[in-house]
């Protein structure tokens, strides 16, 4: 069983819809969590970062970490054509800097 | 601008060639990683060195090898060793924190 568990899609919907994305992990020593946008043939960026259980805005974008479920999800509110890649959840113990990574959600938003 | 750039951006390898991907990074970040990306399988670490002169192994570090002789420098050869070597292999560098920032990637394909 991998340590990070996601749900690779594909996702389609339309513009301006909400989106979900989620992970799930199993290794409960994992504290710090983030989610990376990555478009085709690129390098991923990061969008957010959290540490820790609670919710983190920017702008349309909320990232929720759930530790007693071991589950963290990402919000995309008004969802745009432009936001259409592959986004990839990754997460570490507080003494690693090593990042184990989902295995990343493709998501298309359509016109 | 800061940031990370590696090279080259497509690069062909011969069965039983060795190959030095090129990482350089600008932000006086610490540490730097290496990962190798495949379809549907998230990013995988490779090796990572938290310091000038020292690296360790990753998860899939058999048939590649690094150096980290300068700050700014982190380069992979991927030797001929490596019987799978063709994937989209990324570098990453970060500071103390746990946010890792990506270069663009080199995709690497065996004839």
């Known amino acids: 069983q991998k340590e990070v568990e996601q749900d690779p899609g594909p996702l389609s919907v339309p513009e301006g819809a909400i989106v979900s994305l989620n992970c799930t992990y199993s290794n409960s020593a994992f504290q710090y969590f983030m989610w990376y946008r990555q478009y085709s043939r690129k390098g991923p960026e990061l969008l957010m970062y959290t540490y820790s259980s609670g919710n983190k805005e920017d702008g349309r974008f909320t990232a929720q970490v759930d530790k007693s479920s071991k589950y963290i999800s990402l919000f995309i509110r008004d969802s745009q054509p432009s936001d259409s890649a592959t986004y990839l959840c990754a997460m570490n113990r507080g003494s690693a800097r090593q990042l184990t990574f989902g295995s990343g959600t493709q998501l298309t938003v359509l016109p | 601008d800061g940031g990370i750039t590696q090279s080259p951006k497509y690069l062909f390898r011969k069965e039983g060639q060795n190959v030095t991907l090129s990482c350089e990074q600008n932000l006086n970040h610490d540490a730097m990683y290496w990962y190798r990306q495949d379809p549907g399988q998230g990013l995988r670490l490779i090796y990572y060195s938290q310091i000038v002169n020292d690296f360790q192994k990753g998860d899939i570090a058999e048939g590649y090898s690094v150096s980290r002789e300068k700050k700014e420098s982190f380069p992979l050869t991927v030797t001929s060793a490596q019987k799978n070597p063709t994937a989209f292999y990324l570098c990453?560098?970060?500071?103390?924190?746990?946010?890792?920032?990506f270069g663009p990637g080199t995709r690497l394909t065996v004839l």
């Open positions: 990453a560098s970060s500071t103390f924190d746990h946010e890792q920032f």
